[in-house]
């Protein structure tokens, strides 16, 4: 039985993300199929995760990851993953406004290659990934948030 597949990550040292299951099932696992399809095989370690996987929640545990390990030697990875990983978890929520997606995405462009070593590139990159793949997914969060919000005070 083939299980429904929401998405993968390649764990190399920078991690790159094939998120939506129509790219997954469609790309060739192979270094020009996946660069086409702006992923990358990188070490060929990957975690796969099926439709029953939070994927808001396992980017921002990833997240919290790269800033633990930071070694806070550049402002970008620093001070950038570190609000990266804030709003990560305020989106798990949906606790935030839908501008701030833009925001994050923002974000995570600064970080990606202003940093000394591969570090802020590798959680700046899943980041993208979510926001390109899933961004209506945290949109719904954030209404759904605000709408349960709104019902408590009235």
Not at 74 to 81: A, D, L, V
Not at 101 to 127: F, N, R
Request: net charge neutral; hydrophobic share 45%; proline share 3%.
């Amino acid at each position: 039985m083939r299980m429904p597949q929401l998405g993968l990550i390649d764990f190399s040292y920078i991690i790159l993300i094939c998120f939506s299951s129509s790219v997954c099932e469609d790309v060739l696992m192979d270094f020009d199929g996946l660069v086409a399809a702006q992923t990358s095989l990188g070490t060929a370690a990957i975690i796969v995760m099926n439709k029953q996987t939070d994927v808001v929640k396992a980017i921002a545990r990833l997240i919290m990851f790269y800033k633990h390990e930071s070694c806070g030697q550049c402002t970008p990875c620093r001070e950038g993953i570190n609000w990266m990983n804030k709003m990560m978890y305020r989106f798990v929520d949906g606790n935030a406004k839908p501008a701030e997606i833009d925001m994050l995405w923002e974000l995570s462009k600064q970080i990606e290659g202003h940093t000394i070593c591969a570090l802020g590139d590798g959680a700046a990159w899943p980041v993208q990934g979510l926001i390109r793949h899933f961004r209506p997914e945290l949109e719904a969060r954030m209404e759904k948030y605000h709408q349960q919000k709104a019902a408590l005070k009235n």
